[in-house]
């Protein structure tokens, strides 16, 4: 492969294996079949909910510190948080950021991302140089309760002109999701999720700039292969493939891998 | 006015009732693909795609959605032989007009590669002919069936004939269960998913048929897919296939020879169906028979 790919959105597959570094393991030999270099590992769905707890919060980062402590070269790790529990998320932000080896944040779909309550947990992430990739779609079968809109991260970032904000699945309806985001510079569109359907990514370049575009996989509910065509077969420089594959993640990353002494 | 009629045609009423005398006999006969303008001698290698698309989507202008450029890029990208529908056949009701211009383009832009699968609605009247001309006016080796967007349901049984009659006259129909995630479908546009449930029963009804499903697997999936696989002749594409170790958990499920290279060009990236079968651990046999072996076995059309 030509380029160097980093992944912005993974997850761990039980059926690749019984524990949680196995299961990496195993994707770690897809990623070598398609020359993925690194790749970026949170929790999703876990013990049958999105809303969890304080105590799952602990228990589901504890299974993505376990999973990424042998791989730590390749694979990097996002901390799982709930805005319900906002002392709780800025405790596990201290404890797998500030003191551990995580370097972003994950919202799902435990709290619109509108509300107040994420404002203390943006600020956190800010303060340590961790980006934040908050699950969106729009779905016109209707969203889940609590899932977020790319509208409503739009509204977060005028909050947090100083935050890192990726748009993860820019929407799944990335016609108007990309539209939602656009006037806001500090959000970057996740690519990922949604069929690998002929002009997104095209029109994200055209949209954001390919500065602003972040290949993703969604390994876990997709595969690697439909979301990585989507920008391998895309009519756009070979320049704005590399920005999108690897070299934007990179950069958004320097700064708190920098600061965790991490040599890339 | 284009002269619709082939030269050597014989009457539609015999024609008629010759292809659905020959349904119930036509799974013992073994019939085959029609030997008509399309047809010579098998060649191997390359891929061939099941599952590619003239004409425009209706909601959004793509890369490749003009014939030329979309039969350069397949060759481009190694395949030497393409099963195209059209566009058009989602929302015109002129199904025949559609037939026609997609018959004329195959010819006139594919230069051998795009091999022209027409369509026939049978919720309109007198499809009986549109299905009369596919086979005799423009000697398509097959159709693919918009359930969805055609307005019926598999138990419907104007769906049971058609594809006695397909099955009788040696087409191979292929079935679009979707063509969208219905979650990002417009608003003004929103097509119910087809519910596949009843159609291994109208397989097992069907001696003979050939049966392609395409876009089927988001929504046919584990023992509903295996059952359905099963009933008959039944073969599925990978275009809608998005999961960890697709390919390879989907041989596994299915019998052998059932699983076809279909992109869903233009509308998916062609790159993604490719990458699919990068992705998976396969061996060399397998790779070849979803690339090439198992479509061209099942219609033995080639340069």
Redesign the interface.
């Known amino acids: 492969m030509k380029y160097e790919i980093w992944d912005d959105h993974t997850h761990l597959?039980e059926?690749?294996g019984p524990t949680p570094e196995a299961q990496l393991g195993e994707m770690l030999?897809?990623d070598d079949?398609?020359g993925i270099s690194r790749a970026i590992l949170f929790i999703g769905h876990f013990e049958g909910t999105y809303n969890l707890s304080p105590e799952q919060l602990r228990r589901a980062n504890d299974v993505i510190l376990r999973a990424i402590k042998p791989y730590r070269d390749r694979v990097f790790a996002y901390v799982y948080l709930n805005p319900k529990h906002t002392q709780a998320s800025l405790d596990e932000m201290d404890r797998c950021i500030r003191d551990g080896p995580m370097v972003g944040v994950k919202l799902l779909v435990a709290e619109y991302c509108n509300k107040p309550t994420l404002d203390p947990i943006i600020d956190r992430a800010t303060e340590l140089k961790a980006p934040v990739l908050q699950h969106t779609?729009l779905?016109?079968?209707g969203n889940l309760p609590d899932e977020s809109t790319p509208m409503q991260l739009a509204e977060l970032a005028a909050r947090h002109p100083k935050a890192t904000l990726i748009c993860a699945h820019s929407g799944?309806?990335w016609?108007v999701g990309l539209r939602a985001i656009r006037p806001y510079p500090n959000i970057y569109a996740d690519l990922c999720g949604?069929?690998?359907?002929?002009?997104y990514v095209?029109m994200a370049v055209r949209e954001l700039g390919a500065e602003r575009c972040l290949y993703g996989s969604d390994?876990?509910s997709?595969?690697?292969?439909?979301?990585?065509?989507?920008v391998?077969?895309?009519?756009i420089p070979e320049s704005a493939k590399r920005l999108i594959l690897g070299e934007n993640l990179k950069r958004l990353l320097k700064p708190i891998l920098d600061a965790k002494g991490v040599k890339l | 006015m284009r002269n619709e009629r082939s030269p050597v045609t014989i009457d539609r009423r015999e024609f008629l009732k010759t292809a659905l005398a020959a349904t119930a006999a036509a799974g013992a006969a073994g019939v085959g693909a029609p030997r008509g303008a399309f047809a010579s001698e098998p060649r191997s290698g390359g891929l061939i795609d099941i599952n590619v698309n003239l004409g425009r989507w209706p909601l959004?202008?793509?890369?490749?959605d003009n014939t030329a450029g979309l039969a350069a890029m397949l060759r481009r990208q190694g395949v030497r032989r393409a099963w195209a529908a059209s566009f058009d056949f989602l929302l015109h009701k002129d199904i025949a007009g559609t037939n026609a211009r997609l018959t004329e383009e195959c010819r006139r832009e594919g230069g051998g590669l795009l091999l022209p699968f027409g369509s026939v609605n049978p919720m309109l009247p007198d499809w009986e002919e549109e299905f009369r001309r596919c086979v005799e006016v423009h000697r398509m080796p097959g159709l693919r069936l918009y359930p969805n967007y055609h307005g019926y349901k598999l138990d419907n049984p104007d769906f049971a004939k058609l594809l006695g009659m397909a099955a009788a006259k040696g087409l191979l129909v292929e079935l679009a269960l979707i063509m969208?995630?219905?979650?990002?479908?417009?608003?003004l546009l929103?097509v119910p998913v087809t519910d596949p449930a009843p159609l291994a029963g109208v397989v097992r009804q069907t001696p003979g048929l050939r049966l392609v499903i395409v876009n089927g697997l988001r929504t046919l999936r584990d023992k509903a897919l295996v059952d359905v696989v099963n009933s008959g002749n039944v073969s599925v594409d990978i275009a809608?296939l998005?999961?960890?170790?697709?390919v390879t958990d989907l041989l596994a499920q299915l019998p052998a020879g059932r699983v076809l290279f279909g992109s869903y060009?233009?509308?998916?990236?062609?790159?993604?169906?490719?990458?699919?079968v990068?992705?998976?651990?396969l061996t060399e046999a397998q790779v070849r028979a979803i690339r090439y072996e198992s479509a061209q076995r099942l219609l033995p059309v080639s340069t």
């Open positions: 597959v059926k690749l030999k897809f079949r398609l779609w779905k016109i079968t799944g309806d016609e949604g069929d690998p359907t002929a002009g095209e390994f876990g997709r595969g690697i292969a439909s979301q990585l065509g989507k391998l077969g895309a009519d | 959004r202008r793509v890369r490749f969208e995630d219905d979650r990002m479908m417009h608003p929103r809608m998005d999961a960890v170790n697709g060009a233009p509308l998916f990236y062609f790159e993604a169906a490719t990458l699919k990068q992705e998976c651990p």
